[in-house]
Structure formats: structure tokens, C-alpha cells
């Protein structure tokens, strides 16, 4: 059962695993989890939109857990089974492009004119304080 509502203002995007709707939303303790996973270097792969970190399975796996845990806690599960057991490769073509998008929706968008994104080369910082 998911926790909270729908809400593709947050980020949200549906997916389907083993006839179950499930729901990932990469919040910031989600992306935390997901860094901590993966390390920093895949993670910046990931990030930078690198396609060859979606052929590492042990990526594919922290990435799906790291999007369902605000819906769907830590173990989300397909009726008695392990999420990750319902699925099959041609399943995960389909779910990696999910994830990519609620990835990509989970950061705000560059305001017109204005800087990338907070994670994009071509922003400040951390730390900086931008004086527009």
C-alpha cells in the first residue's frame, strides 16, 4: 500500500511490477541512500545521465529500492514475493526509463535564463551564494 497520494508535482511516477501499481519518488533521503549504495562515482554517473550505469544490476536494484522507499517503506514487496524476483529484463527496459524520469522530476527545474540545475556542471557550488 502506498503512502500518501499520486502526486506528480513531487516528483512522482507511477510503475507497474508484477500486476502491482508501485509508485517512486526520489526525495532527498532517497537519493542519500541511493549515493550511499552506489557510490559517489556511480552516482555521479548516474547523474551526469551516463547510459551504461542502467547495465549494472546492483545500480538497477539500489535504484528501484531507493524510488519505492517514501511509498512503499524499505522492503516493498509483489504479493509474497521480492520485488526484485517479479521482475524480468524485459520489465527493467521499461522501469529503468521510469526511473530516469522521476530521477530527472525530482529536481526542479532551471529557471529561465538562469543556472541548471544544483547537480549540473554548469551551476554553483555547494556553498556558493549567488548574488542576482
Known amino acids: 500500500m502506498a503512502k500518501g497520494e499520486f502526486n506528480p508535482g513531487q516528483g512522482d511516477v507511477e510503475i507497474t511490477i508484477g500486476g502491482e501499481r508501485f509508485i517512486l519518488r526520489y526525495t532527498m533521503r532517497a537519493l542519500q541512500v541511493l549515493q550511499h549504495k552506489i557510490g559517489r562515482e556511480r552516482f555521479g554517473a548516474l547523474l551526469e545521465g551516463s547510459e551504461e550505469i542502467f547495465t549494472d544490476f546492483d545500480v538497477l536494484e539500489a535504484m528501484l529500492m531507493a524510488g519505492l522507499r517514501y511509498h512503499h517503506g524499505e ?5 509474497s514475493s521480492d520485488i526484485m524476483d517479479a521482475l524480468n529484463l524485459k ?6 526509463a521510469k526511473m530516469g524520469e522521476a530521477i530527472a522530476a525530482s529536481f526542479p527545474a532551471a529557471p529561465e535564463g ?3 540545475g544544483p ?3 554548469t551551476a554553483a557550488s555547494p556553498g556558493s551564494t549567488s548574488t542576482s
Open 119 to 121: 547537480l549540473t556542471p
Open 114 to 116: 538562469g543556472p541548471a
Open 91 to 96: 520489465g527493467m527496459s521499461e522501469i529503468s
Open 75 to 79: 522492503t516493498p514487496s509483489v504479493g
